[in-house]
Every structure is written in C-alpha cells, then in structure tokens.
C-alpha cells in the first residue's frame, strides 16, 4: 500500500464508487450482487459472524463468482437482528439464522426467488420487500449514520469512495482556520454528548489560545445505559471521526488527537485501531497529511469501566492516568486541558456531521431540524417498543413520531406511560407531552434533556418510583466521591427511594438531613 | 407487608435533590437529582401512593403487591406449592390452588415456577 | 530492598515487565498498562503493582486509589465463570433485575463475589450496548441476548455439573 497523493486518492474515490453504486442504487448498472450482512456489537452477539462465514463457505463451494460478501455497521433496526441486505435490489431479511445460509443462496442468489418466510414483516404483518419501505425508516434522516450499514467499515477504500477524505483535502487547501470555524458555527451544529454546546463556538476558543502544542479529544466513553449511538458510529464508520479529528485540529492548530473510548466497546476499539492503521498507511494521518505541511495523528486511550469519565474534565483526569475525579471549571478545558494545554473535546456522533457539514454548506444543515436546534439527532430507542434499535431523525420530529410512527409503538396492546431521556441526567416524559418537539429547548423546558440519545420507553408496568430508585442506585454507585452533596447527597435520596420501594434498606433515622442539605 | 416509608420522606427527597443540583461540582451531581425531580414532576401520585398507601399501582414493587394465582389459569399441578419456602399455598391435586397472603413473602419463587403463568401480581 | 519472591511472584513480575515495555516509560500510561494486566490476569496481582511501581516511580498507593476507582480493575480474580448481568436502563426495563436475584439466589454470592469453589463470580454490568437484545447477561465472553431466568438457570446448570 504506502502513502497516497491526492490524485491517487480521487483515483480510488471515482473507481470504487462506480463498484458500489449497487450498495445505495437498486437501479445499478451491475452483474454483481453484494450480501451485507450486520456485524456491530447487537448482531454480531447474534451470531452473526457466523452467517458471514457460512455465506463465504457456500458461495465457494458452489462457486459462485459475482457475488460479495461484505460485513458492514448497524442497519439500526435491532429489533429485527440479525440482519442480511441483499444489494442492488435492497431485499430485507430478518433474525437470520446461520442455518439459513444455504437456502438464500440457493434460493435467492441461484434461482433469483426471495426466501418468503425470511422477509422483515413491519409491525402490521405487511411483509416488507426493501428495507426503505420500512415505517421505521421512512421519517428518518441519515446523516450521521449516513455510512452505517452502507460501507465495510475495515476498508478505506469504500470510505473513500463515499466522499471519504474528500472534506478533509477541502479543508487542508481551500480554506483558512477561520473559515472552518465560520462555517461550523454557522451550521449551528451543538454539541451531541448532552450538553449541546455550540461546537464552532468551543473551537473558536480554543484557537483563540496561543500554545506550543493543542489537542482535539473525541469523547467515546459513551456510558450512559441504554445509549449505543456512539458504538454503532465508531463500529461502522470509524473513518468519519477520524476525518473529523484532523479537520477540528487544523481548524485549531493541533497537531495530536486522542480517542477516549471505553474498554466495554472491543469491536469498536477494533475498529478504530484497524481504520487509524489504514489512514496512517495512506498518509491521511501522520506527517505532512497529503503533501499539505499539516501534521495531526491519533492515539486511543483506554476507558477503563467509569461512568465519571464521560464528563470532559474527569475524562481528561483519566488519560492523564489518575482517578477520573472532575476538575473545578474554570479553567475550561479550552484554555486549560489536557496536560494543561487548550483542548477541545468532542462527542463521537458531534464529530461524524463535520465532514457532511463541510461538504455539503452550513445552509444545507441549517435547514434541517428547528430554529435553535439545527440538524439531526441519533437516538438508541429501547425499553417497551417494537422497533428497539438506532434512528436518526431532524431535529423536531415529535415524541410520538418517534415512539408510535417510528418505534412502531408498544407491544403487547400496553399504553405508553412515559419516555425517558438524557439517562441518569435526564427525566421522565409522561403521556400529555407526547407532541413534543425533540430539541435541547424544548426538552430542557418540560423537565428532561437531551442527554447522549438514549430514549428509554415505558409501558404502565414500570413503577415510576421504582425507575428514579434504579437511575440513582447507578449514580451513588458511579459517583466519584469528590464533592459532598453528590458523594452524601445522592446516597441519602437512595435510601429514601428504596424505603419506599421496600427493597433491602441500610436507611437510618434522618434527624441530621436538614444539617445535611444546607 | 407494609413499605416502610415514613410521612416525610417526600419533602425530604425534593429538598435533597434541589440542593444536590445547587452545589455538585460538576454536570453529573448537578444533573443527578433530575429523574427524581421529573418523576416527582409528572407522578407525584405515585409516590404519594408508595408513602402513604403502602400501593405501587403498576404492580411491580413486590414487597406492596400480593401475588395472586389465576383461578382460570391453574391447573393444580402444585409445582408451586411445593417450590414455596414457607407453605404458604394450599390446593388438591388438580383444583386451582390459592395463596395464604398472610403468610407469604413474596419471594416470588410461585410465580417463576408455574409453567402456565397463572400467577399475578396485585396491587393491593 | 529485596524480597524473597517465590516462583509465581517472579512470573508475573516478569510478565509485566514485557507489558510495560511496550509504552514509553510516562506515568499518563498508567490506565492502559492495568487494562494490559487486567486482560492477562483476571485482576490486578499485587506484584504487578510492585513492578508498574518501581517502573513509573509512582507510589503503591497512587496505584491503589486508581485500581480501586476503576469498576474494570480488580484486586481479586474472578470466578471461571463469571456471569455478567446488563442492568442498563433498556434491560433493567425488560426485566434484568429478576436474573440478577436468581443467579444471586443460585449462587449464594452477591455481586462482585466469587463463589468458594472458584468457580462463579457475578458481575453487575451498566449497558454493553446491546440493547437491540435487552435483556442480556454473559459469561465470560458469551452474550446470551433476550435472556430468560430459565435461560439462567440451565446456564448454571450446565457449567455446575462441569467437574
């Protein structure tokens, strides 16, 4: 392999496109046909790795030519896991079984018959021939996700063929510091962690700053429960952070980045550790990125099981080796971060809209989503839903498009009681703000947040009392220790949650909380 | 089987929650309290009912339900009734059999055993 | 000051040493060297500790606090099996809790005990991110994805007639 020159790099872009043109044309010009099949962390527990050797084996014996079998990231749709796309023709198979190998190709790729019983069924029995005839999908917007399920995520060349690297060469030779910023600000993109920080205005700051050395982190500690926006981005489109990383570095005059990601995500870490390889093979990282003068490379750190480490100055805490005990802010971490240099840190699904932002205008993402709050969001819906998986949606979309239209409502003829947002940050949405538009405001005001995207459902066989009980038993237990009213605090309200849920109490008698509470 | 919550522990919960929120040092402290906050927001009745009712309405907190069987879906195969730890269900052989809640623990082992779902659980 | 080690202590001494190796000598690498140790071990052997130590020139106690602050490290191995049991907010909805008493209940060990034998270790786990197949619980490396008590206790089964 070895270093590439940007014309060999357009060489790949326009030669590999027209190979995959059948991955998102049904329409293709094309003898081949490409089997995806899932291969993120909630199939791949499925067995699916199995199906991938099964179809590979059989297509050998038969010998079969014309036909790949490529392993992508998470379709979203997990519910259904796991899942096998057949391209161009976009066929939807579901909760296939590695026994059920044989017979799709026999069946499907041989004789050109789909495998009836093996069709995706939508929730009203309606069997589904391609995937974008789904409910699930029809309200949602892939923009972050745009290369999930769509690419390999271990080959560069197919990143590259779908405008991969291509932002970055923008970046590098047209445009100056400044205008990256400008245009990052302008697309309104916030940050997508939880706390939905205006990012060109972080990056702004940290430029702002005069140093020998910057750094750009990408928080990947995802650790809120029930949250897997971040996994499936780094499974299946691992390049686009690293793109980012570089751009967000230029931008701010860093020439290093780190990825915090944490340990529990294996096939993630594999990812990545495959995707910087395989960057830094073709020189779009490291030294003198694409014979521009600009250097910036990527390291990965380890999380190692806190749930503190998510908040950007304990994370900082951690790659500095120490307990992930958060700093007294200000200083933020802009001007003073990590080993005391201005450090911008960003979420993981934050970083996969830059590129998109770069190439296709801030205009173009302004437009999308509302007044404030611009853009798309990826939410991990779960909990009381049929549809349990990974959707992308403008910012906007209403509760109960998300719930009933997408999430295709609750099973078992229950009623929704109440959706949970932002996780053990976040709160309860009952029934009466089912109309709700999903962005930070509105969010903010009814008495939830945004949080990381984690959207728990609940039917009315959830005790309410019960779920703040749970939310806190993880808080007392991840609680860092550091400060009192959290350390103290948050155990006292433990007890009392559990008093009234009658489960195994340590309560003590609470003459000292007035003391306690002041 | 009574929940032991005492007459003040609502005013003592919100109380603690909007401090903790005030004074943590960083986001996670500060936004610690908000599940309870939005709970106690949108369902307060139920915590009204778990504190001074002793009911959980959705029929989860085991310790105020009772665990009732099925009259119509029992079979009297009496798995149950020999898996209680402390004889608390009585039946004949192939009768609907019932549950002495005075003296049952709810420990729940019934229910998990019985092979056609028969037993509930109740708010009381 | 030399002390007398005996044969287990000098393997594992020198084993970390071939872990600490592979990083520049700088105290910021502390978290991957344990992760690197953890992976090997099951847990964080107390020699390990003395070798990073003296390596890095950072107190024991310094390595303590760390180890002790990080859910993914431990001071003591786990089980062979070691049952890990989701209690993210997406399984702990569809019931998680229920195999978390009934392993508790089989076993006769709360979370983060191994059994006398050796054998059993239970683990809460928050959220390994699959969700898609809630509830989940794994052994060892196996996930067992919409997971039943009955899926449970034949789990348990099968590696208790284990000999």
Redo the contacts between chains.
Sequence with gaps: MGKKSIQEIEGIRNRKRQELELRVNTKADTREKHILVCHGTGCTSSKSPKIIENFRKILEEKKIENVRVIQTGCFGLCAKGPIVIIRPEDTFYAQVKPEDCEEIIQSHIVEGKTVERLLCKDIDGTIVNRLDELNFYKKQKRIALKNCGVIDPENIDEYIAFDGYKALYQVLTTMSQDEVIDEISKSGLRGRGGAGFPTGKKWSFAKQNEADQKYVICNADEGDPGAFMDRSILEGDPHSVLEAMAIAGYSIGATQGYIYVRAEYPIAVQRLKVAIDQARDYGLLGKDILGTGFDFDIDIRLGAGAFVCGEETALLESIEGRRGQPRVKPPYPANKGLFGKPTIINNVETLANVTRIILNGAEWYASIGTEKSKGTKVFALGGNVNNVGLVEVPMGTTLREIVFDIGGGIPNGRKFKAAQTGGPSGGCIPAEHLDTPIDYESLTEIGSMMGSGGLIVMDETKCMVDIARFYLDFTVSESCGKCTPCRIGTKRMLEILERMCERKSRARRFKQIRKISQ | MNGKAEPDDLNKLERLANNIKKSAICGLGQTAPNPVLSTLKYFREEYVEHVSYNKCRAGYCRALCNLVINPEKCRGCGICKRNCPVGAISGEVKMPHEINQKICIKCGTCADKCPFHAIEKQTI | MEEKMNCMDKKVREETKEILEKYPP???????I??DVQEKYGYIPKQAQLTISEHLNIPMA?IY??IT?????TLQPKGKYNISIC????????GSQ?LLD?AKERLGIESGEVTPDGKFSIDE??????????P?FMVNEE?Y?KAT?KQLDEVIDKYQKEN
């Design positions: 700088e105290k910021d690498r502390l978290i991957g344990l992760n310094e606090g760390v602050f990080y859910s993914r490290f209690l993210g907010t997406a399984c702990f909805v569809k229920s009934r786990v928050r959220c390994v991110g699959a969700c898609g197949l809630a989940v996930v994805g008590v």
